[in-house]
């Protein structure tokens, strides 16, 4: 039993698996959908339970190399508040559920931040992505081209010969546009670390961008246009002296907040543009029931139970299981969705927590030289912004992302040295 836990050590903490276990706890975050339909909520437990317990063995190896400084709090708290709201939820089995996948997506994107360097994080997040959006246009070339049929099992319809809206491998186009948007950004922070070939990368590039068209998802071509001006704005922060950063901080800023009350002013007339009347319509109807029965059964303060992903076997979430003839799986809202789940208290410590994450990654993208720390500024800013028309902040795919986006930031800086004007090295 001694030879074998030591054999166990080594091999756990070698770069190859280390490598390896990040390619896989990002793979499930992506594929999470895929899993969940091929296998069940089970398969998707199992999967997670096998990556935590390798990830675990694998910190335990690393132990003497590792060295962890600082810990998002505010991040931590909501976890820790969100396990708490078990207590006193009406659908306990339903809560304990939601958190154990929320600590364990927590636990998998903790370990990615604190084992690879923001670089191998960006290059594992684009080979995930490639082999994410080859698959999807096998399976939806197969499906929607040479057979011509849809495959409901996957949720793939077979568009793509009538060009979308696709699904891929993730079963809903909305899901996909997003993972196309994420994709766009990695794909072009890698050909700027040279990590992709140019002619390759570019290929790559414009299949994210024909993936992002296909899904026809007019909340993946807002976020698209989000990350376009947050990748912009970085752009032209760091092109100034760093004595004229702040005031272009600033600048970026006013503008930001400009842009966003026209945005609101004009909604519907950009929403018609977008072609996403439908869709508006059915986010619409969606809150307003969710907060009706917010109202009625009223736990604002605590919440009724943290479930991430709605349960719709337990009330109140299967009285609003279906809304315009399609299934609902979570608030459309990922702030409406935090409000019901935990209450204001966690709702609080939500914002706080993606705020502290978003304006320490800001900050760091801002000063660092090198462009790789685009990145997280650029996901975080497209994840909060996707917040006010979707939930997947609080499973999955984006729950990873705000937790290595997370510590990976708060393990790079404090606020202390963030407020000082001086660049750091880097």
Not at 183 to 191: D, G, I, N
Not at 311 to 321: K, R
């Amino acid at each position: 039993m001694r030879r074998f836990l030591e054999v166990a050590d080594h091999l756990l903490g070698q770069a190859r698996t280390i490598q390896a276990l990040t390619t896989a706890a990002i793979g499930a975050a992506v594929l999470a959908p895929l899993i969940v339909r091929l296998s069940g909520w089970a398969g998707l437990g199992g999967v997670l339970v096998v990556l935590v317990v390798l990830a675990a063995g694998s910190l335990w190896a690393m132990r003497l190399e590792l060295e962890v400084r600082y810990v998002p709090v505010t991040l931590a708290a909501f976890v820790v508040y969100a396990a708490l709201s078990i207590v006193w939820s009406r659908y306990t089995g339903a809560a304990a559920l939601g958190v154990l996948e929320l600590v364990a997506f927590g636990l998998l994107g903790a370990y990615v931040a604190l084992t690879r360097d923001t670089s191998q994080i960006v290059r594992a997040f684009g080979g995930v992505l490639r082999a994410t959006l080859l698959g999807s246009f096998v399976v939806e070339m197969l499906l929607g081209v040479v057979l011509d049929m849809p495959l409901p099992g996957l949720g793939v319809h077979g568009n793509l010969i009538r060009l979308g809206p696709v699904q891929g491998l993730l079963g809903r186009a909305e899901v996909m546009g997003i993972v196309a948007v994420l994709a766009l950004v990695t794909f072009v922070v890698e050909l700027r670390m040279r990590s992709l070939p140019m002619w390759p990368g570019l290929a790559w590039v414009g299949g994210a961008i024909a993936a992002l068209l296909l899904t026809r998802s007019s909340t993946a071509l807002v976020l698209a246009v989000v990350a376009l001006a947050a990748y912009g704005a970085l752009a032209f922060i760091r092109a100034a002296e760093p004595q004229l950063r702040t005031s272009r901080q600033v600048a970026v800023a006013l503008v930001a907040v400009a842009a966003g009350v026209i945005v609101y002013a004009a909604r519907w007339p950009l929403v018609q543009l977008l072609g996403g009347t439908t869709e508006a319509l059915y986010r619409i109807d969606v809150w307003r029931q969710v907060l009706a029965l917010q109202r009625v059964q009223s736990q604002w303060l605590e919440g009724r139970g943290f479930v991430g992903r709605w349960n719709l076997d337990v009330a109140p979430y299967s009285e609003i299981a279906n809304v315009q003839s399609r299934e609902v799986v979570d608030a459309s809202n990922a702030y409406i969705d935090a409000l019901v789940q935990v209450g204001a208290l966690g709702f609080a410590l939500f914002l706080l927590a993606l705020l502290a994450a978003t304006g320490r990654s800001w900050l760091l993208a801002s000063r660092k030289r090198s462009v790789v720390y685009m990145w997280p500024a650029v996901v975080l800013a497209v994840m909060v912004a996707s917040g006010f028309a979707t939930s997947i902040m609080l499973y999955e795919l984006g729950w990873l992302l705000v937790v290595v986006c997370a510590v990976k930031a708060s393990h790079q800086i404090t606020w202390r040295s963030a407020l000082d004007v001086r660049p750091p090295a880097g």
